[in-house]
Nanobody
Framework: QVQLVESGGGLVQAGESLRLSCAAS????????MGWYRQAPGKQREMVAT???????NYADSVKGRFTISRDNAKNTVYLQMNSLKPEDTAVYYC???????????????WGQGTQVTVSS
């Protein structure tokens, strides 16, 4: 019923920038929180940045000052601008959205398929 499709990952050198996008589609009535998580090899998935529908944001300490999350509610899309990338930012980045579909009163977690970000030193 709901699909999240990410784009924008790739291979960059340390210090460069990337912009990730994630568009939600389907029988969507409303989306509350949206965000980005990442998982590096051998590590647990961790929160990178989240945003509420009203624009409140939260960032992992490791990305504060370098990453910026934003969203376009009209397009059901969330973005992650990543500047000053470091090798330790290398991971698969997953988009997240709390989605209520038509006919339901409950928000459910939806995840994208992930996009690889690789930062070389």
């Amino acid at each position: 019923q709901v699909q999240l499709v990410e784009s924008g990952g790739g291979l960059v050198q340390a210090g460069e920038s990337l912009r990730l996008s994630c568009a939600a589609s389907g029988t969507i009535a409303s989306i509350n929180a949206m965000g980005w998580y990442r998982q590096a090899p051998g590590k647990q998935r961790e929160m990178v940045a989240t945003t509420t529908r009203t624009g409140n944001t939260n960032y992992a300490d490791s990305v504060k000052g370098r990453f910026t999350i934003s969203r376009d509610n009209a397009k059901n899309t969330v973005y992650l601008q990543m500047n000053s990338l470091k090798p330790e930012d290398t991971a698969v980045y997953y988009c997240y959205a709390g989605v209520r579909v038509w006919g339901s009163a409950i928000y459910r977690d939806s995840w994208g398929q992930g996009t690889q970000v690789t930062v070389s030193s």
